[in-house]
């Protein structure tokens, strides 16, 4: 067990013109960690997982990665090292196929078009979609697009996966298999964060529980702890 942090996040602000919508975030992640981020609307979490996965360029701070200084990086460079992530509204090539669309994930580092086919059925078996391989990703549920997605990140053979509102709109048996998922991917020794409103989706699975309120992180702790926080509870009784 490496117990050095997988990523480091030191003092991270992001602002758009005079909106701060990320402020003087840090905390660390390990190996394997399940991380869930909560947050009322619009309190930074879709910013901050632009931030990790080099879609934005932060205002300030550091983001480490394997003890590298990745902040600032491109989206194809942070794939590369190892992050990967979903989108909250999924960006899916509606008229390829579920497969074709986890083997643009394959190929990342499968340069072969056969062996990223390889790695793209077996990320859509992990994921329960083999039956639906040939399907057009457009004409897949929203709850399939939304495995679809975490396939693409899979194939990526990341060491850590940003998860961005995966269990928004399931069902709750959806909601269930979306967690068991969750955990699968913790025993491949993949950390993940989580951002999610559904709470009884993140609560049992997660290890540790972020929470920021207008850009600030304003607790980290176990969920059983998170649960009981004023702070937090003032947050969400707020909006
Ligand atoms: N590209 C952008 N340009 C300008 N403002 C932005 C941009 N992206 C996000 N914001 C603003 O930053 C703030 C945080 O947005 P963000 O999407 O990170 O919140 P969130 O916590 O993911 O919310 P939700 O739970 O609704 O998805 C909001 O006020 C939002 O309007
Ligand atoms: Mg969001």
Redesign the pocket.
């Known amino acids: 067990m490496n117990t050095a942090p997988l990523l480091a996040v030191d003092g991270l602000g ?1 602002a ?2 005079g ?1 701060v ?2 402020r003087d975030i840090s905390f660390t992640v390990h190996h394997g960690e399940i991380i869930g981020l909560i ?12 931030c990790l996965a080099g879609f ?1 360029t932060p205002t300030s701070g550091r983001i480490a990665f394997e003890g590298r200084d990745v902040t600032g990086s491109t989206p194809e460079a942070a794939a590369a090292l190892g992050i990967a992530r979903t989108f ?1 509204i999924v960006r899916i090539f509606q008229s390829m196929s579920a497969l074709e669309n986890v083997m643009v994930g394959a190929m990342l580092r499968n340069k072969r078009v056969a062996a990223a086919r390889e790695r793209a059925e077996a990320e859509l078996s992990f994921v329960g979609l083999s039956h639906r391989a040939a399907v057009p990703a457009g004409d897949l549920t929203v709850s399939e697009q939304k495995r679809l997605e975490v396939a693409r990140a899979l194939a990526t053979e990341p060491k850590l996966i940003l998860l ?2 995966v269990m928004a709109g399931l069902n709750p048996t959806e909601v269930r298999e979306a967690s068991a998922l969750v955990h699968r991917i913790h025993l491949r020794g993949i950390a993940s964060i989580i ?1 999610e ?1 559904v709470m009884e989706g993140i609560m049992p699975i997660a290890h540790r529980m972020l929470v ?1 309120d207008y ?1 600030a992180k304003i607790a980290d702790g176990t969920p059983a702890e998170i649960a009981e926080n004023p702070a937090v509870i003032a947050a969400y009784l707020g909006e």
């Open positions: 992001k758009f013109q909106l919508a990320n947050g009322p609307n619009g309190a930074g979490k879709t910013t901050l997982f632009n934005h909250q961005d509102e951002v409103h920021l850009g």
